[in-house]
């Protein structure tokens, strides 16, 4: 069974960092691009960032640039997603993704189950 975990969330003041961490099982995916999205109370689920298989691919949604930083380690089969200067708009659940191809669109595979990311002004 495959499963992606996410971790790191929490809640923090605006200009804070948090790091989250996916850690996928069930499978390698050491081939796989893998993303992060998000999802506001009452909006639809946003891309953040994507990785690809390689690392030599990156994409990051404008609203992140610059404060957001996405990596991996294959060997472990983990992404993270460094978080800083934190804003009261970046609050969401974040979500892991995994696919054959690194997108900004939603059309991965695989998917967490999300961890809620909290910044208070």
């Known amino acids: 069974q495959v499963q992606l975990v996410e971790s790191g969330g929490g809640w923090v003041q605006a200009g804070g960092s948090l790091r989250l961490s996916c850690t996928a099982s069930g499978r390698t995916f050491g081939s796989y691009a893998m993303a992060w999205f998000r999802q506001a109370p009452g909006k639809e689920r946003a891309f953040v960032a994507a990785?690809?298989?390689?690392?030599?691919?990156?994409y990051y949604a404008d609203s992140v640039k610059g404060r957001f930083t996405i990596s991996r380690e294959r060997n472990k089969n983990t992404q993270y997603l460094q978080m800083n200067s934190l804003a009261p708009e970046d609050t969401a659940v974040y979500y892991c993704?995994?696919?054959?191809?690194?997108?900004?669109?939603?059309?991965?595979?695989?998917w967490g189950q999300g961890t809620q990311v909290t910044v208070s002004s």
């Open positions: 993704a995994a696919g054959q191809v690194v997108s900004t669109t939603t059309e991965y595979n695989y």
């Open positions: 990785i690809s298989w390689s690392g030599v691919t990156i």
